[in-house]
């Protein structure tokens, strides 16, 4: 575990580069039930996996690095979703790479509150994703998929924090706690030297990650609809983390309404049902 801020972003580069992502405890199971069908049947296909393992963060950003490791090395372009992720892998070589995966109950237990504060971070990308396929598919976005991907994993680096520097993250999580009107990034560079987004950016791009999943992922071109579509769906998850009822979501509501109406060519009140609908 680190229990005090690296020098540098590099450094924390360094530290997150080949570190141990666990997975949820479902995956784990998910993985036990779909090998002994494998070893029976042989029926198990790369559609079925990843249906099954999409909504576990963690275990879609392994999969992707350890593919786009294997094709940096070989010089192929890199698969922009998890299936094309398991289809390059091939269904045996998935099972042997996660013959022994680890439970983040596992990894943190001695940290039950990084336990706490991480899966409300999961839920959180959960949310964000439905938002963003929901509005992606809207504009009738052909990249729909790839921006939901983007959405889930747009807190990663946040998601490697707890599990890797839970104390840390826990300063983080009480000073926002304490104060909801800090700047999440403020704090971010205070506590950890760094900004969660700038770390998850370089970590992507150090491992290969596709580049248009990098770029969806890349607040700082919001300006393009395909990123803009998950930004709104990252911040709308945000802000309503607590409830729609929280005083830091009911203030930051006629923006984000207003954002998303315009960029999915609704109504506000129309914009308002249909994320209720999708967050019901």
Not at 83 to 91: F, P, S, T
Request: some cysteine; overall charge negative.
């Amino acid at each position: 575990m680190i229990d005090r801020r690296l020098p540098s972003i590099s450094a924390w580069v360094d530290a997150y580069r080949d570190a141990l992502i666990p997975v949820l405890p479902g995956t784990l199971a998910d993985l036990h039930q779909f090998r002994d069908i494998e070893e029976r049947t042989g029926s198990v296909d790369a559609h079925t996996l990843s249906e099954a393992f999409s909504h576990d963060p963690l275990m879609t950003l392994d999969v992707l690095k350890r593919v786009a490791r294997h094709c940096r090395s070989s010089g192929a372009e890199p698969p922009e979703t998890l299936v094309g992720a398991i289809v390059m892998l091939g269904i045996g070589p998935f099972f042997r790479a996660y013959e022994q995966p680890v439970s983040i109950l596992d990894w943190l237990h001695e940290h039950p509150a990084a336990t706490s504060g991480l899966l409300k971070v999961i839920t959180r990308g959960r949310r964000a994703s439905r938002f963003a396929v929901n509005f992606a598919l809207r504009r009738q976005d052909e990249d729909a998929l790839i921006i939901q991907e983007a959405a889930l994993l747009h807190d990663f680096a946040e998601m490697l924090m707890w599990c890797h520097a839970p104390a840390l993250m826990q300063q983080v999580s009480d000073q926002l706690n304490a104060d909801h009107r800090l700047r999440s990034k403020d704090v971010q560079q205070d506590v950890l030297g760094i900004s969660l987004d700038d770390l998850a950016i370089q970590l992507m791009q150090q491992w290969s990650l596709p580049p248009l999943l990098i770029e969806c992922t890349d607040d700082r071109l919001a300006h393009h609809p395909r990123i803009r579509t998950t930004t709104l769906a990252v911040r709308l998850a945000r802000h309503s983390q607590h409830g729609w009822d929280d005083p830091h979501a009911q203030a930051a509501w006629p923006d984000d309404i207003a954002d998303v109406a315009a960029l999915i060519n609704l109504s506000k009140d129309a914009t308002w049902r249909l994320i209720q609908d999708i967050d019901g």
